[in-house]
């Protein structure tokens, strides 16, 4: 009997532990980092390069199609374009150079050191997410990380959780079948989990 009442007693707290977190979780998942917007080194706009300029997002993050990270330039990427401006309007990086966040590139690129750029998107480590099969497969860059050429300063779109990874690849089946194609984005754990 007193076992019994031990054992109710315990499971009365965990419900209300599992209440109380339930509460405080207020409507993300646990994980979800939708919105994280950090302040970062260089004060990059999405909305400049790929949205005015029309720069296409593989043109910087050249690993995107080989490989399973999209990556992100090199300083020498960066200052190839701007030294290029920079001389056809006849100045020189940071000396007459009018903007300071590009200043910051031309001394990082004098000192040869990277651009410590804060990480938005991150996955655990136990899915495996390859870019270059998702976007050889012609899936838009936008799908997973929004409407990524309109944000001044990027922020994470989506909750990147497998609910909707699943949901995008039922999807994309559902379309295949319904033109008499086999369906080719995999539903199975082994596909992502290793």
Known sequence: MRVRTLALAGLVALGASLM??????????LGDNSG??????IAYSHALHAGELKLDCLFCHTGAEKSKHAGIPPVSTC???HEAILNKAGTKPGVSD???????????MQEGRPIE??????????????HSRHVNAGVACQSCHGEIQGMERVE??????MGECLA?????NEKLQLNGKPPAAPTDCG????
Do not use: G, N
């Open 79 to 81: 200052m190839k374009c």
């Open 98 to 108: 009018p903007s300071p966040e590009i200043a910051k590139l031309a001394k990082a």
């Open 117 to 130: 750029w804060v990480r938005i998107h991150r996955l655990p480590s136990y899915v495996d997410f390859p």
């Open 168 to 172: 995008c690849h039922r999807a994309e």
């Open 36 to 41: 994280y917007k950090p302040v970062q080194p």
């Open 20 to 29: 109380i977190l339930a509460v405080s979780v207020d409507t993300k998942l």
């Open 156 to 161: 994470q779109f989506s909750a990147l959780t």
């Open 191 to 194: 596909a992502c989990h290793h």
